[in-house]
Structure formats: structure tokens, C-alpha cells
């Protein structure tokens, strides 16, 4: 008769399959990361403008498209257009989190100028903003 071998179970994990695994993920978001871009696109006008100040927190942006369409760049809500109530209630909830929230219209350059003020009087006098920004484009040197 043969005597039986008793193995000791092993209580080791083989970890270098699960390495391979993220390093893969971390070169495929490394690419794909600066192809995503974030926010409405606009075409702003160009003006001979300075930069905000944003050293504590960015600030707040409330997008107009050509179509008269409104967001607000808040999380992962960028992409959605808003109803003017949602846009003043999301404005009114992020203010009440960060009294010192800034906040500046991204406005695309063929929105006819009433609805640029329209969406700035819907941001103070509806949702409580102090003051409110616009965002331009550098100006170009020729």
C-alpha cells in the first residue's frame, strides 16, 4: 500500500495576473481621459479680457447653447439641458452649500443677446447670485 502525501494548503494569492489587470486599466484611461471633453459646446466671442481668480474653488458655470438651451456644469449633469426652475433650484442648492460660490454664463456667441440676459437675470434676482461672470475666448493677435 501507498502511503498517502499530505500537502499543506497554500495561503497564498498569485497577484501578478490582478497587476497586469490594472495596469492595462490605467494605460486605457490615461488615453481615453484627455479625449473626453466635459460641458456644453459653445462658441464664445472673443474679448480682450482677464482670468478669474478661481485659487479657492472653480466656479460655477451656466451654459446657453445657440438652440436657447440651459445647463449648469454640476457633477455629472453637464450634458443635460434644464428647465429654468431646475437651473434656479440646482444655482439655489449649490449656493447654500459654499456661500461664496462664483459663478459665470457660458454663452455661445449666435444666442441672441436677450437670452445671454435673460439666463444672468434668472441666475440673480431667481436663484440668489450676487454676481455673475461671463466667459469669453481670448482675443486672438493677428
Not at 53 to 61: G, H, K, Q, R
Not at 75 to 103: F, H, K, M, W, Y
Not at 109 to 130: C, F, N, P, S, T
Amino acid at each position: 500500500m501507498s502511503k498517502r502525501v499530505k500537502r499543506k494548503p497554500v495561503c497564498e494569492i498569485n497577484v501578478v495576473p490582478y497587476i497586469d489587470v490594472m495596469l492595462v486599466l490605467l494605460v486605457i484611461f490615461m488615453i481615453t481621459a484627455p479625449l473626453i471633453t466635459a460641458g456644453v459646446k459653445v462658441d464664445l466671442p472673443t474679448a480682450n479680457s482677464e482670468p478669474m481668480d478661481t485659487s479657492d474653488e472653480p466656479p460655477l458655470v451656466a451654459s446657453i447653447d445657440k438652440d436657447g438651451n440651459y445647463y449648469l456644469s454640476v457633477g455629472d449633469s453637464r450634458d443635460q439641458s434644464l428647465t429654468e426652475d431646475e437651473l434656479i433650484a440646482l444655482v439655489q442648492t449649490q449656493q447654500q452649500q459654499n456661500p461664496n460660490l462664483q459663478i459665470v454664463v457660458n454663452g455661445d456667441r449666435l444666442v441672441a443677446y436677450g437670452r445671454v440676459i435673460r439666463l444672468m437675470v434668472l441666475l440673480q434676482e431667481h436663484a440668489g447670485m450676487k454676481t455673475v461672470g461671463l466667459m469669453t475666448d481670448p482675443l486672438e493677435d493677428n
